[in-house]
């Protein structure tokens, strides 16, 4: 299993240009989540889905949507990016979500960068 | 407001130390608790996961520890390795929501 991949690795945009970055798993869980982590801080979520076809917003969801179209897919995408925006974002990857056992999988990350 | 702090910020120890890092957390209505390492520039690697209604788990080296009436939990790291050099962040399971904490940047000398 590949396990959780995320596509660009790095990317840097302009003040107000457009990206989605992509997640996907192979292992059929039915939770992912999008975190940002900046400088010295905890990972801070942004969009969550429990299933194909239902996301619902995180902590910090402002100037990001979600689709959830397949099982194994989760894009994010940034609309109009602000430097605000400059972070590393983690997608990351559970079954059931939220049992007693349970443990998310991380992929490894898209360091953004907005100019 | 569910929140995780960790203490310390950042820790410098020589080889073969045994440490201690402390996660505290504000809402005690939890899952479980896992301990994440993170290395500079990589995603972040479970080491353990303990159940709300356990007190501590172990793996190895490390044994991580869960008051959860006190909000609290410990990650012992014995005899530590310049390998254990990493970033680690304790992450509260709320149920559709994790909540992590801001990490610990451990450096182990040689």
């Known amino acids: 299993n590949a396990g959780v991949t995320q596509t660009p690795k790095f990317r840097i945009l302009k003040i107000g240009q457009s990206m989605t970055l992509q997640c996907a798993q192979d292992?059929?869980?039915?939770?992912m989540y999008w975190y940002r982590q900046d400088p010295g801080m905890g990972l801070k979520l942004i969009y969550y889905?429990?299933?194909?076809?239902?996301?619902d917003k995180g902590e910090v969801p402002n100037g990001y949507n979600v689709s959830r179209s397949t099982t194994e897919d989760f894009p994010l995408r940034l609309e109009l990016a602000a430097p605000s925006q400059t972070s590393v974002y983690f997608c990351a990857s559970s079954y059931f979500g939220g049992g007693n056992t349970d443990t998310q999988y991380f992929g490894p990350g898209t360091r953004l960068t907005v100019l | 407001k569910q929140e995780v702090t960790q203490i310390p910020a950042a820790l410098s120890v020589p080889e073969g130390e045994n440490l201690v890092l402390n996660c505290s957390f504000t809402?005690?209505?939890?899952?479980?608790l896992q301990w994440f390492r993170q290395d500079p520039g990589k995603g972040l690697t479970s080491l353990l996961l303990?159940?709300?209604?356990?007190r501590e788990q172990t793996s190895g080296r490390l044994n991580a520890s869960l008051d959860k009436s006190s909000g609290r939990s410990t990650l012992y790291i014995a005899a530590s390795q310049p390998g254990d050099s990493a970033t680690y962040l304790c992450a509260v399971n709320y149920g559709q929501n994790f909540v992590f904490g801001p990490g610990t940047r451990l450096s182990v000398l040689p």
């Open positions: 809402d005690s209505a939890i899952y479980n």
């Open positions: 889905s429990v299933g194909a076809g239902i996301t």
């Open positions: 292992m059929n869980h039915n939770y």
């Open positions: 303990i159940q709300s209604s356990q």
